[in-house]
């Protein structure tokens, strides 16, 4: 098992920044790929960014592209999502998930989920 635990969420105002974080533990040895998700109120829970953790390989939604940076200190066991410019729509509650084998942007491909973090932006 792996566990997750989310951390860095809050208020900002538009335009502005945040950085979650994301500490994982147990069997971490057995990560293949680490993501962030989120979901807003009344929508389902949407891809926002991936990394392969032996790698460091990464994808990002396009709504985030240019904004976002996901990245990771493997040292420490720890994901990282730095959140520039950030905009009322980005309102929402964001999961980090580890996976063991896949690398996808699907919600199936990931096995752990953190409780999750929220993010709120005012305009």
């Known amino acids: 098992q792996v566990q997750l635990v989310e951390s860095g969420g809050g208020l900002v105002q538009a335009g502005g920044s945040l950085r979650l974080s994301c500490a994982a533990s147990?069997?971490?040895?057995?990560?293949?790929?680490m993501g962030w998700f989120r979901q807003a109120p009344g929508k389902e829970r949407e891809f926002v960014a991936r990394i392969s953790w032996s790698g460091g390989n990464t994808n990002y939604a396009d709504s985030v592209k240019g904004r976002f940076t996901i990245s990771s200190d493997n040292a420490k066991n720890t994901l990282f999502l730095q959140m520039n410019s950030l905009k009322p729509e980005d309102t929402a509650v964001y999961y980090c998930?580890?996976?063991?084998?896949?690398?996808?942007?699907?919600?199936?491909?990931?096995?752990?989920w953190g409780q999750g973090t929220q993010v709120t932006v005012s305009s």
């Open positions: 998930a580890a996976g063991r084998s896949k690398w996808g942007a699907d919600i199936r491909s990931y096995e752990y």
């Open positions: 147990g069997r971490t040895f057995s990560i293949y790929a």
